[in-house]
């Protein structure tokens, strides 16, 4: 499992910056009960990227699903369907249902 811990470009004014970013993916990957039991000493890719407003962070359909993101700062948007259903800010996970699933991702996440 890789897991990328992503910025859009609005920050969020939350400090962090004390924590490395697999810190900061462990602490929130913990929260979903079925990565209760990460541990920063587990065998996991961690990248830190950074997406442009509009970018795409995952496509509804893709069939790549052995991503996940928490978003460390920003807002993105998520759309079903070419529709726009929800919101995410900092601390949110994205991408855990394809992975879980083992199957394309349901809907498709944007940086704002």
């Known amino acids: 499992m890789g897991v990328c811990v992503s910025h859009t470009l609005e920050e969020t004014?939350?400090?962090?910056?004390?924590?490395?970013?697999k810190q900061f993916a462990v602490s929130q990957l913990t929260s979903?009960?079925?990565f209760s039991k990460v541990t920063e000493?587990?065998?996991l890719v961690y990248q830190e990227l950074q997406f442009m407003p509009g970018e795409d962070i995952v496509v509804q359909g893709d069939a790549?699903?052995?991503l996940i993101y928490v978003l460390r700062s920003g807002v993105c948007e998520v759309y079903k369907d070419g529709t726009m259903i929800n919101t995410l800010n900092r601390c949110s996970v994205i991408g855990e249902r394809a992975f879980i699933?083992?199957?394309?991702?349901?809907?498709?996440?944007?940086a704002k």
């Open 13 to 21: 004014g939350f400090d962090d910056s004390n924590m490395t970013p």
């Open 32 to 34: 979903i009960s079925i």
């Open 41 to 43: 000493d587990d065998e």
């Open 64 to 66: 790549v699903t052995d």
């Open 101 to 110: 699933a083992e199957t394309t991702r349901s809907a498709t996440v944007k």
